[in-house]
């Protein structure tokens, strides 16, 4: 059976947030593709001790470039998260196979990102009441993988089927 759901970075830039990520995904069963330029070494030890001893449970896939991943899913769903989008990710339609996309930590997924194919209409955010620019990368990826998981009916707890 395939996967719910799958989580992309692109082009991350901390090396304990994308640590964090790994065991998130591990966790969460949810496969995991990291976009190049890194922003750090996949050896970096802080890299390694977020994700304790998760990462032989993760499946992580690296690629050169986002497009690589469009091109191998076509016929999958693309939801990209930005703050500075309109609609919230609560409201978007899920189904299961979607990617769920998120830029680097400093910047986000740029507006020339954003403004290739159609991807400015499947871009969401998610709603921060508080008075802040943004979320963490690692909060706001546990919260759309949970959140998409809950919604395609995919968590279980242990010993369930």
Known sequence: MSAPIQLVLVTPEIPANTGNIVRLCACAD???HLVEPLGFSIDDRVL?????????QCKITRHLVFEEIEEENRGSGFLFLSARADRSFFEAALKPGDFLVLGPESSGLTKQFLSQADRREHTFRIPMPGNTRSLNLSTAAGIVVYEALRRLGALTTRGES
């Open 30 to 32: 949810v496969p995991l």
């Open 48 to 56: 390694k001790r977020a994700g304790l001893d998760y990462w032989d």
